[in-house]
């Protein structure tokens, strides 16, 4: 088994985070679940944090590796009583991914654009266009999962691209 991994997102953020945990599940061998604040009825959910506190409360106490979306870092405190910044520094890696512009993110958390770049924390950024605004974060493409085998692409052989 590989590592548990616990990601979190305060907004549906267009379906990404629960793409991201699917293709992960699918493909590796780590324990990977995603936290929604709340069920958004527009995407897919794991767990959600209103419906299921105690449980998360649980995973997030078990997690490596804790993957906070967006809006979130180790001093939000929507997912109370988590506290991401407590389960940093007893070792649990933290990792952020940004998905939108940095202005964005800043006003929606109520810090300013530099304190959302300045952020310590390992960072992952979408391959769209925000890339270019986070300088120090990796960037990450958005996975497809396909729910069947006729929407998989297909390769056609001996077709130069």
Known sequence: ?????????????????????????????????????????????????SEQPDEVVELAAKADIIHLHNYLDSHSTCFAPIDFERLRRRGTALVRQFHTHPEFVAQVMGVSPSAVLSCPLPSLVIAQSQERFYPQARVSGTPLVFQRSSQAPRVLVGVNA
Do not use: C
């Not at 590592?3 to 991201?20: K, N």
């Not at 590796?28 to 527009?42: A, I, K, M, N, P």
């Open 1 to 49: 088994m590989g590592f548990r991994v616990l990601h979190f997102s305060s907004t549906p953020l267009a379906g990404a985070p629960i793409r991201l945990v699917q293709a992960l599940r699918e493909h590796t061998d780590h324990e990977v679940r995603l936290v929604d604040l709340q069920r958004w009825g527009l995407y897919d959910h794991d767990l959600v944090f």
